[in-house]
């Protein structure tokens, strides 16, 4: 087949979506398929690049609101670069290029909704969010030839349509090293302002109540944004800046490190805009215990009492404890329970080609 993986956002960028479009991309060349990925890029003009030799379009980005790149030119490319393939993989929820892909391509689109609602509890953007999820949403899904759900929460699941794949774990590189552990929480994803929904300021409003748990216990931080001075402000005014490092951005490849040597991996998002949480499976194939929110798709992740614990959105003190137990504690993860599922993504895209 010749497939186009679309996708707003692609690796080596950091993030769920990221590294699911580039596992379908190298799972389907590595199969012998004829592959090109269509993104988007930083720049205001179309750049031809290369992922793991595969070949890369990243459209230019004239405006960017909130998380979501624009480009009126995006259509007109589109219906261009997707003549003569035989079946699209979309990637959503970022409103935009998947759409476009659903509306103009003229070979069948397998749409993959990587999230639940969007809507953050945000006045300036939850209005047009809601729209779109009421009015434009549900055209997307009808005009695609067939519907990936990363989790149950995937608004694509609530249609009936959906197969269920979550995103999975490349197992031959997140792997456990059986070394100790230290009493260090990690944290891996985006830090901007309009990522707040995934609750990094609230594990900094947990830290001061860690610290009298935990004395020794430190943070990480991976990943880099628009939002780091404000939380570094947050930190220093509760007087806990010296326990967190800053790492800022880490190539995907070389973040099992990090999670081996982590006590616990902490994701603590406040709405299902988080439909899975690809740190917690990287952190659980790398025999990490971990921390989420029972929020969206995290409960479908993390088995409470098992893989780790989960605790309210929003709530710093049973946070703090939840990592607490967990770094003091011996639990023990079952390291191969997200390993990729390849043969059920090519045979959604083989019988979408053929629809």
């Known amino acids: 087949m010749r497939v186009a993986v679309v996708s ?14 580039a596992w379908v991309a190298r799972t389907l060349r590595d199969r012998g398929h004829d592959v090109i990925v269509v993104t988007t ?12 030799g595969i070949r890369v379009v990243r459209l230019g980005t004239w405006l960017t609101l909130s998380n979501t790149p624009l480009n009126p030119w995006w259509a007109w490319q589109l219906r261009r670069l997707l003549r003569g393939v035989d079946v699209v993989n979309a ?30 509890g945000d006045h300036r953007v939850d209005g047009v969010l809601r729209a779109y999820e009421k ?17 149950p929460v995937s608004l694509a699941h609530a249609t009936g349509r959906a197969r269920l794949i979550p995103p999975g774990v490349d197992t031959e590189i997140f792997t456990p090293s059986g070394e100790p552990r230290e009493r260090r929480v990690l944290y891996v994803g985006r830090v901007e302002q309009s990522s707040r929904w ?8 947990a830290l001061p109540r860690l610290r009298a748990l935990v004395p020794d216990a430190r943070l990480t931080v991976v990943g880099s944004g628009d939002d780091v001075v404000a939380l570094q402000k947050q930190a220093a005014d509760l007087g806990v800046a010296d326990l967190v490092e ?8 070389a973040l099992p490190a990090y999670y081996r040597r982590a006590g616990v991996t902490v ?25 989420g929110s029972d929020v969206g798709g995290i409960p479908y992740v993390v088995r409470d009492g098992v893989d780790g614990r989960l605790v309210p959105p929003g709530d710093p003190v049973a946070l703090a404890d939840a990592l607490a137990e967990v770094l003091t504690g011996e639990m023990q ?5 997200w390993a990729w599922r390849g043969d059920e993504m090519e045979s959604v895209m083989r019988e979408a080609a053929r629809w």
């Open 91 to 120: 990637h959503a929820p970022v409103p935009g290029l998947a759409d476009l892909a659903a509306f103009t391509s003229p070979a069948p689109v397998v749409l993959t909704y990587h999230s639940g609602s969007l809507v953050k």
């Open 333 to 337: 993860v079952e390291p191969s329970r």
């Open 41 to 52: 890029g930083r720049a205001r003009r179309t750049v031809e690049t290369s992922y793991d």
């Open 198 to 205: 995934k609750g990094l300021q609230v594990l900094v409003d």
């Open 8 to 21: 707003p956002r692609f690796a080596p960028e950091p993030g769920g979506v990221e590294q699911y479009a």
């Open 246 to 253: 800053w790492a800022g951005h880490v190539d995907h490849a």
């Open 267 to 291: 994701l603590p998002s406040l709405t299902e805009a988080e439909s899975f949480g690809m740190a917690l499976a990287e952190a659980i194939a790398c025999g990490c215990p971990v921390v």
């Open 135 to 151: 009015h434009v949403l549900p055209r997307v899904f009808a005009r695609s030839a067939a519907l990936v759900a990363v989790s």
